[in-house]
């Protein structure tokens, strides 16, 4: 690569200002300037050809060779051969071909020319003289092409002038002649310089000046020739410019032969000085002076070179500068700080003579291995191990280890070294920082050697460790000593061992586990009296017991010490086990040697004690938080997630086929805890546990409480619906029986929803969700208990997509009323109608209250429902006031509905919307809803009635309620199920019963609506018993008011 653009000035400057090159033979000018561009550009040829015979040929005259450093001349290239060459010298001052294989200018140089020589790049520039080309500087490189860049191509135009002022100077020599003589083109080329060049005569005086200098100078050529070259053109420099710029200094009367003195000291080095503008500044420059010698060698005159280094020295200034920071950081530092080229220091701070305890010049010059030992602490040569760093950090990989170095004396020291590479005067080196970790090291090796000791004064520690992380999540009592034994086992004394459980009077110790003995000795230990003396010590101390040598110690129970004599036992430690301060357990070590503990040993056999101690404690507790968190405070029973965890378990590991889950909700409980107190509700529920306990004696169950008054058997094995129902009227029986609480004895039932694994629910939770749904369908009914039927399941999705469009039904009109109208049987009037429910489902058509009223009764939507139906049938009953028709109508009303605290409040606001009289609107009501929440029921029903409104029992005598209780109610009136209706004909039994319920009605003042009816000899049966209403399809099916309208009108034209 060529050196940078100032060097490859430098060195043009220093081949033009060498004046023997000058005054010596030509051929060795030429050779010279070949080899030194050569060198510069890094190029491995350099030619001079001359053109001659009429410019048809290029004959070398001279060529240097980079590679064998060696000249050689006579290469002749012929026009002929090289037509397009020779175009293009004659045409271009300077040709560039960077990739001679594809430049098309070159082409026919390739076969002949580059290939064998290996050419791939060539820079070539014209030599003219007197205005025409008289040659060619040829700068050839290879084996790869090349950019010549601006600095390569002006300085070989800088040369190539070089040449040709080199050869016009030799011709001036010859004829004798001056500059002055000079043809009109040899000065232009002279004038074309960017260097100032100015010949003088032998005594001082300006010969000629070329526009360079001129133009420097501030002068004209005439005011410069003919003056005197220092009185008018040297400069005197400032004290500051000789400070900050560090130029030659020169007296102010200095004349000529002092200025050659002066310059010819300076031969071996740049010789700087300062030039004086016109103006009157000084410019410093860079300067040679050679001599023209005649042929007899004496001077003729002499040839001043010059070029402005203003910019150099703002660049020196600024290095000086920077290497002063450089310098201060340097010696500042507290580190050792070298200068290396390859592996040896060329620079050091104060602080490595310091550390290497010698003289600056003993350490210069010398390399790292000088100050070190012959090997490293890893066992490798320091000489092998310093040459492998020094070449990585080379290679531009930062170095950062620790090295042991000597002083100069030999004395070793740690070191931490790092090698970073730095390039200095476009040189690489290494700065390596060294810092004595001496200090440090020997901290290291005495906390190491610390460590150490303590591991070889207790080797135990690890085993205590080992033994703590043993017992951290262990939770019975046999691991945790399991677990103490196998570390016993590992101690250096590894012993024997038995560990003894202390029973509550402290009176007899009871082998709990052995490692060690044989099964003989084991039984003749099983059993041990406690030594009441010892206990209270060691309790007192809770330190272990160590007896060195048995066979001294009175201490120890004599019969006992000398059973252990016999089995070769000489000395036997106890360690406790405390709990609360009072020793549970005791850990008996023995040994076949005497006295073979340490006071390490104890402390060691101390402290695993403690850990034992403190894990039962930990076992305990875990066993306790166990427990609560998953079972019931209140009743002791698991709860609801160990219910889920333990179910999944028991399936699993009994490989149960099927299972029953029994969801039991108290009936009624709400009213034990608002009359009597939850203290009472409480008592109760503590009890039901015992009372479902030992449900079976054949089969796995579980009994859990969910929560509230809830509770959650789950019977393992059951695999037909009989069983089934058998554990569930068990449940059922079991908690009928009256609760006796205090002086009460109160009765409590209870609603059961069954659900059979896996049919129901492949998980606990899906079976749960089942069995909450048939506990409510068997509360709704009243029946005790019920089975899950996905029928019945409202949260299917079809179910669920049903209720979700009822509210939308309603907004689009799609819900609407059908009446049957009931017969007055005394005067065989209408004097009324039911308002039955009908849903035209979009999608499923015309339903029927069975089929919707039952899964809205289970969802919030039962509220809309209810209040969508009073309105229409009060609109409709509004609308036969308007018509003069005095009937009554009638509406179902839910069990959900009869809880609601809105429904009080909703009838008061349609009856005064509708203006309805409230004796004219009857509200039904199942028997079975009376029975739900009978305290609210009574509550609600007292409400309605105090506002006018009827209400009547709907399926009387389907459920548990009897006339008796009824009375207390604010009832009206009474439906007769249908179901004792359509069989009394045919069922004598059912007969008496309607007979019956008609007459005590009558008693109480209840009008008795039979409804049901189907044929006209079941309504004369009703009439004879002095029934007062009927209902049924022999009187009117239920329509639509239109239709019942014309019904209405064809009876009246029929009678």
Request: aromatic share 8%.
């Amino acid at each position: 690569m060529a050196k940078a653009m100032s060097s490859l000035e430098q060195e043009y400057f220093n081949l033009a200002r060498n004046g023997l090159l000058w005054e010596n033979e030509i051929d060795l000018f030429f050779r010279n300037a070949c080899k030194v561009v050569s060198d510069a550009l890094g190029a491995e040829r350099c030619g001079i050809f001359f053109l001659n015979n009429e410019n048809k040929s290029l004959r070398q005259i001279t060529q240097y060779t980079a590679s064998n450093k060696s000249h050689s001349l006579g290469l002749n290239l012929k026009k002929r051969n090289y037509p397009e060459y020779f175009d293009l010298i004659e045409n271009t001052r300077l040709i560039a071909i960077n990739d001679a294989k594809h430049d098309n200018r070159s082409q026919e140089f390739n076969t002949s020319y580059f290939e064998p020589l290996d050419i791939a790049a060539k820079l070539d520039c014209t030599l003219i003289k007197t205005g025409k080309i008289i040659g060619v500087l040829s700068i050839e490189d290879g084996p790869n092409p090349r950019v010549w860049n601006e600095a390569d191509k002006h300085f070989a135009l800088l040369v190539a002038d070089l040449v040709s002022q080199r050869l016009l100077y030799e011709e001036l020599k010859s004829k004798s002649t001056y500059y002055s003589e000079l043809s009109a083109f040899d000065e232009a080329l002279l004038n074309a310089s960017t260097y100032c060049i100015i010949s003088l005569d032998e005594s001082g005086q300006v010969r000629t000046i070329n526009q360079a200098a001129c133009h420097l100078l501030g002068y004209s050529s005439e005011d410069i020739i003919g003056k005197d070259f220092c009185a008018n053109l040297l400069g005197v420099p400032s004290d500051d410019q000789l400070k900050n710029e560090n130029t030659m200094e020169l007296p102010a009367l200095l004349n000529f032969d002092m200025f050659k003195q002066r310059i010819k000291e300076g031969h071996d080095k740049d010789s700087e000085c300062f030039f004086r503008h016109s103006h009157g500044h000084n410019i410093p420059v860079s300067i040679s002076l050679s001599e023209f010698k005649k042929t007899d060698e004496s001077v003729s005159g002499y040839l001043c070179i010059a070029a402005d280094i203003t910019q150099q020295i703002s660049t020196r200034k600024a290095l000086q500068e920077e290497e002063a920071r450089y310098r201060f950081v340097f010696e500042g530092s507290a580190d050792a700080i070298f200068l290396m080229q390859g592996d040896t220091f060329v620079d050091c701070n104060k602080a490595s003579l310091n550390m290497f305890g010698c003289s600056r010049g003993q350490l210069i010059a010398s390399t790292p291995m000088k100050f070190s030992p012959e090997f490293q602490a890893d066992g490798r040569r320091s000489n092998e191990k310093a040459l492998e760093k020094i070449n990585a950090a080379l290679d531009g990989q930062a170095q950062s280890f620790e090295w042991l170095h000597c002083q100069y004396d030999g004395t070793q020291f740690d070191a931490e070294v790092t090698l970073n590479l730095v390039e200095l005067h476009n040189q690489p080196h290494l700065l390596a920082s060294v810092r004595d970790i001496s200090q440090r090291k020997l901290s290291e090796r005495e906390l190491a050697e610390t460590r150490q000791l303590i591991v070889q004064k207790n080797i135990s520690l690890a085993l205590l460790n080992e033994h703590s992380n043993l017992l951290r999540e262990t939770d019975s009592k046999e691991q945790i000593y399991t677990k103490t034994i196998s570390i016993l086992q590992k101690m250096p004394q590894a012993p024997q061992i038995a560990i003894y459980d202390i029973d509550d009077s402290a009176e007899n110790m009871t082998l709990f586990m052995q490692a060690g003995f044989s099964i003989e000795v084991e039984n003749q230990f099983a059993n041990v009296p406690l030594n009441l003396d010892i206990h209270n010590e060691i309790t007192k101390s809770g330190t272990p017991l160590y007896i060195p040598e048995l066979l001294k110690d009175t201490r120890t129970l004599p019969h006992l010490r000398e059973a252990l004599i016999k089995l070769g036992i000489r000395s036997l430690a106890q360690i406790p086990v405390m709990e609360k301060a009072a020793r549970v357990a005791v850990i008996y070590l023995t040994y076949t040697d005497g006295d073979c503990l340490n006071d390490d040993d104890l402390e060691t056999l101390h402290s695993l004690g403690k850990t034992v101690s403190l894990s039962l404690v930990n076992a305990k507790n875990r066993s306790e938080l166990e427990f609560i968190a998953h079972h019931d405070s209140l009743t002791g029973l698991s709860n609801r997630a160990y219910f889920h965890q333990q179910f999944k378990r028991d399936i699993l590991k009994g490989g149960y086929e099927a299972a029953a889950l029994y969801l039991l909700d108290l009936d009624r409980f709400k009213e034990i805890n608002d009359t009597l107190g939850h203290f009472t509700g409480d008592k109760i529920l503590q009890q039901i546990g015992s009372r479902l306990n030992n449900i079976s004696n054949e089969k796995e169950y579980l009994i859990s409480r969910l929560g509230g008054d809830e509770f959650i058997v789950v019977v393992y094995g059951v695999k037909t619906a009989a069983e089934a129902e058998d554990f569930a009227r068990r449940i059922i029986t079991r908690l009928q029986k009256p609760f006796k609480i205090d002086d009460m004895s109160l009765e409590v039932d209870a609603s059961v929803g069954v659900a059979i694994y896996p049919y129901d629910g492949l998980d606990s939770n899906a079976l749960l969700r089942s069995a909450d749904v048939a506990m409510y369908q068997a509360k709704r009914l009243g029946t005790g208990f019920a089975f899950y039927d996905q029928d019945r399941d409202i949260h299917t999705p079809e179910r669920l997509a049903m209720i979700a469009e009822m509210s939308s039904s309603i907004s689009t009109g799609q819900l609407f009323l059908h009446y049957q109208p009931k017969l007055n049987l005394l005067t065989d009037e209408i004097t009324g109608f039911e308002a039955l429910a009908r849903w035209e489902h979009p999608r499923l058509g015309l339903l029927g209250p069975s089929m919707f009223i039952p899964l809205i009764e289970m969802s919030n939507s039962i509220s809309v429902l209810t209040e969508e139906v009073l309105h229409q049938a009060l609109a409709q009953q509004m609308q036969w006031r308007k018509k003069g028709l005095d009937y009554s109508i009638a509406v179902n009303i839910s069990a959900r509905s009869l809880v609601d605290d809105a429904l009080f409040q909703l009838l008061k606001d349609l009856l005064d919307f509708y203006d309805t009289p409230p004796k004219m609107l009857e509200l039904e009501i199942t028997e079975t809803a009376l029975m739900h929440d009978t305290y609210r029921a009574v509550e609600c029903l007292t409400q309605i009635a105090e506002l006018g409104v009827q209400l009547s029992i709907d399926d009387f005598g389907t459920g548990y309620s009897s006339l008796a209780y009824l009375q207390n109610l604010p009832i009206h009136k009474l439906k007769l199920d249908r179901e004792f209706v359509m069989g009394m004909l045919t069922n004598e039994q059912g007969a008496l019963i309607v007979e019956t319920i008609i007459s005590l009605a009558n008693g109480l003042d209840l009008e008795v609506i039979a409804e049901g009816v189907e044929d006209k000899d079941t309504l004369d049966k009703l009439r004879q018993m002095n029934c007062h209403m009927a209902q049924g399809y022999y009187i009117c099916h239920p329509n639509s008011w239109e239709s019942i309208e014309h019904w209405l009108t064809r009876t009246k034209e029929i009678s």
